[in-house]
């Protein structure tokens, strides 16, 4: 179910622009990573480096799956792909922040 959920998603992907794409793929690899996070199998490995290395290819296999190949290998995408990564590290330092309780003074 969550494999045909997947599929149509980036079906879907397909037909709306660049930007859209890259806020959508930054919104879903920041939620399987947080899922892996809180994973006890998985969370004691997904830390540091590991974490920005496994969001990196969670977003480069995304854009390789909704990016048309006559568009793939073009310094546009590539800067999508980065900026998606940041994208979603950004979205994680953001929420950790604001859900850390402030120091009492």
């Given at each position: 179910?969550?494999?045909?959920?997947?599929?149509?998603?980036?079906?879907?992907?397909?037909?709306?622009?660049?930007?859209?794409?890259?806020?959508?793929?930054?919104?879903?690899?920041?939620?399987?990573?947080?899922?892996?996070?809180?994973?006890?199998w998985l969370g004691q490995y997904i830390t540091g480096?590991?974490?920005?290395?496994?969001?990196?290819?969670?977003?480069?296999?995304?854009?390789?799956?909704?990016?048309?190949?006559?568009?793939?290998?073009?310094?546009?995408?590539l800067t999508a792909i980065l900026v998606t990564i940041l994208g979603s590290a950004g979205i994680?330092?953001?929420?950790?922040?604001?859900?850390?309780?402030?120091?009492?003074?």
């Amino acid at each position: 179910m969550v494999l045909a959920l997947m599929f149509w998603a980036f079906s879907l992907a397909l037909a709306v622009p660049t930007p859209v794409k890259a806020l959508a793929i930054a919104a879903a690899v920041y939620g399987i990573l947080q899922a892996a996070k809180a994973s006890p199998w998985l969370g004691q490995y997904i830390t540091g480096w590991w974490a920005l290395l496994l969001n990196g290819a969670l977003t480069i296999v995304a854009f390789v799956l909704t990016i048309p190949a006559s568009q793939l290998y073009s310094w546009g995408t590539l800067t999508a792909i980065l900026v998606t990564i940041l994208g979603s590290a950004g979205i994680h330092g953001s929420v950790k922040t604001l859900i850390q309780k402030p120091n009492a003074v």
